[in-house]
């Protein structure tokens, strides 16, 4: 056993802590991924190229943690396995898909090991840190896999919670992995497309309205923040050349949250937009009609946080 934690800074996740004793040796967070967390055994005929040998996996986005632990060859995986359950458990978590070494298929542990924890692996390359004989339980351990995937509702949110876990074997320490997913949105805005103004009109020509997605509120606001002004200019820039033109501004959220309260909201958006080039741009507000849709029009599906960055838009429709 090492000493100590071997990741300075390192912490367990306030959702599992450790198994007492047992030592922090890899870790990793991401703010904002992907990845597969198996939820089903390992197929009987696995290996065909291009699939996952899983009977099931659940590709999941949002902030992910990954941490690594190596606890004491006193101790059995049955035992350190049966304490995360319990917890599991009286946290009101429900258990997603569970399985006990044979029960889990012929070579779980070696497609775990390859596919999480192996050194040259991603993540594996980052999660020890240089650190790699601290990896040696998880490849001496493949054959008696033990495994828990669990999830919470929490905010109207699923957070997912993986637990992997071999026995000491051949005088080398057991080794826990947990894998945990909570549904952070993804933070938007680092790339940017601005239309101009030739190009609304030309999208408005071809299909009657374009999206936009250089108008930004506050999360719950219906406030236009300053970074909205480039597109502001653009789109009164289109107005002007256009006089005769006249549109609908159609505020479109998406599906997350009360569908009332994204309706009211969406509107105050498009009215916003309204104020801004009837006030600042001198638009005349009878070419321009709000109407705040919430999510019935999604342009993406809503079960993703790429699709619904998507759906979080305003249009141009013309009247």
């Known amino acids: 056993m090492p000493p100590a934690d071997t990741?300075?800074?390192?912490?367990?996740?306030?959702?599992?802590?450790?198994?007492?004793?047992?030592?922090?040796?890899?870790?990793?967070?991401?703010?904002?991924?992907?990845?597969?967390?198996?939820?089903?055994?390992?197929?009987?005929?696995?290996g065909r190229a291009?699939?996952?040998?899983?009977?099931?996996?659940?590709?999941?986005?949002?902030?992910?943690?990954?941490?690594?632990?190596?606890?004491?060859?006193?101790?059995?995986?049955?035992?350190?396995m049966r304490n995360y359950r319990n917890a599991i458990q009286a946290a009101g978590m429900s258990i997603v898909f569970a399985c006990e070494k044979d029960a889990c298929g012929q070579d779980f542990g070696q497609q775990e090991l390859g596919l999480k924890l192996m050194p040259g692996s991603d993540p594996g390359i980052?999660?020890?840190?240089?650190?790699?004989?601290?990896?040696?339980?998880?490849?001496?351990?493949?054959?008696?896999?033990?495994?828990?995937?669990?999830?919470?509702?929490?905010?109207?949110?699923?957070?997912?919670?993986?637990?992997?876990?071999?026995?000491?074997?051949?005088?080398?320490?057991?080794?826990?992995?947990?894998?945990?997913?909570?549904?952070?949105?993804?933070e938007t805005g680092k790339v940017t497309v601005d239309l101009s103004a030739q190009q609304m009109a030309d999208r408005i020509s071809a299909e009657g309205k374009v999206a936009l997605y250089g108008l930004y509120f506050d999360t719950d606001k219906a406030e236009l923040r300053p970074d909205s002004k480039p597109t502001l200019e653009q789109m009164a820039k289109?107005?002007?050349?256009?006089?005769?033109l006249q549109v609908f501004i159609v505020g479109h959220t998406d599906s997350q949250g009360a569908y009332a309260h994204n309706l009211e909201l969406?509107?105050?958006?498009?009215?916003?937009?309204?104020?801004?080039?009837?006030?600042?741009?001198?638009?005349?507000?009878?070419?321009?009609?709000?109407?705040?849709?919430?999510?019935?029009?999604?342009?993406?599906?809503?079960?993703?946080?790429g699709g619904r960055a998507k759906n979080r838009r305003v249009e141009l429709v013309k009247q």
């Open 126 to 186: 980052q999660l020890f840190q240089g650190a790699t004989q601290y990896w040696s339980p998880f490849n001496y351990g493949r054959m008696t896999p033990h495994y828990v995937l669990a999830s919470a509702q929490r905010d109207g949110a699923t957070t997912y919670a993986a637990v992997y876990i071999v026995d000491p074997v051949q005088g080398h320490n057991g080794g826990v992995y947990v894998e945990i997913v909570e549904p952070v949105p993804m």
């Open 50 to 80: 291009g699939e996952s040998p899983f009977e099931k996996t659940l590709q999941l986005e949002g902030r992910i943690t990954r941490i690594a632990y190596n606890f004491s060859i006193d101790r059995s995986g049955l035992e350190v």
């Open 238 to 244: 289109l107005l002007r050349q256009e006089p005769a």
């Open 266 to 305: 969406s509107q105050k958006r498009a009215e916003a937009i309204v104020h801004a080039l009837s006030a600042d741009y001198g638009i005349d507000a009878r070419r321009l009609i709000a109407k705040g849709v919430a999510s019935v029009a999604p342009a993406a599906s809503n079960d993703t946080e």
């Open 7 to 46: 990741v300075p800074g390192a912490q367990d996740h306030p959702l599992l802590s450790r198994y007492a004793g047992s030592r922090l040796v890899g870790y990793q967070v991401k703010d904002y991924d992907s990845t597969p967390l198996v939820a089903g055994r390992i197929k009987k005929n696995a």
